[in-house]
């Protein structure tokens, strides 16, 4: 299977620690999205990323959250210092370029206790 | 992007045709008309896009009015497993209007035995 990938898929952290998301774009994608559900809500955009450029990162907060995407390896959503507000799903999508469809990944699921 | 509208939920019954509408009223020439289905708590699924022409492909087929104010997409034989929340997404292909899908509430499509 050759789409999105997502790791890890579940992750707790305590409130003050930092949280690292993985997304690896489907085989040959180099436009990579993140979107966050919180509980009961539909999903919002964060930021679109090329390789090791943003391109758009309107829907981000602006403090403790930052997102890389190196020329190589995965696309990296950065959580410092979490707090319970932060528990959601966090869901990576990827395109072939930044005009075409976006394909998801599986999500991961932040917990902060 | 336009603001598109969906019943907040349905109904269909197992072996039967599911029809989703979709109004997208204030939609501009150069958006596409996507759908995209979230199963439970999963990543959303691409299901089809088009921009004036019906379009169909093994999961749905997509029907756009002439003057593209609404769309619906039918499902031709439901299963259970095609219970899920559907969205409806205007979205233009051009860098002027950003990347970000915009997923609404969607609807929730109940597929009963």
């Known amino acids: 299977n050759a789409g999105v990938m997502q790791n890890p898929r579940h992750l707790v952290r305590r409130r003050g620690q930092e949280a690292r998301l993985r997304c690896s774009p489907m085989?040959?994608?180099?436009?990579v999205y993140w979107y966050r559900q919180l509980p009961e809500e539909g999903l919002k955009f964060m930021v679109y990323l090329q390789k090791e450029n943003i391109i758009d990162e309107s829907g981000m907060p602006k403090e403790r959250f930052s997102a890389e995407f190196p020329k190589e390896g995965p696309s990296i959503l950065r959580i410092q210092q979490v707090v319970r507000g932060d528990s959601a799903a966090y869901f990576c999508?990827?395109?072939?370029?930044?005009?075409?469809?976006?394909?998801f990944g599986p999500g991961t699921r932040l917990l902060v206790l | 992007d336009a603001k598109t509208t969906q019943p907040p939920s349905m109904d269909c019954a197992e072996g039967r045709a599911a029809n989703l509408p979709c109004n997208h009223s204030t939609i501009s020439g150069n958006e596409y008309v996507y759908w995209y289905r979230q199963i439970h708590s999963q990543g959303p699924q691409y299901i089809i896009h088009?921009?004036?022409n019906n379009e169909t492909n093994e999961m749905a087929s997509l029907i756009i009015t002439e003057d593209r104010k609404s769309s619906t997409l039918i499902l031709p034989h439901a299963t259970l497993r095609d219970t899920a929340v559907y969205y409806c997404i205007a979205w233009a292909s051009n860098s002027n209007s950003g990347y970000a899908l915009n997923f609404g509430k969607g609807t929730s499509l109940l597929v009963t035995p």
């Open positions: 085989k040959g994608h180099s436009h």
């Open positions: 088009g921009l004036k």
């Open positions: 999508a990827s395109s072939l370029g930044g005009i075409q469809t976006q394909y």
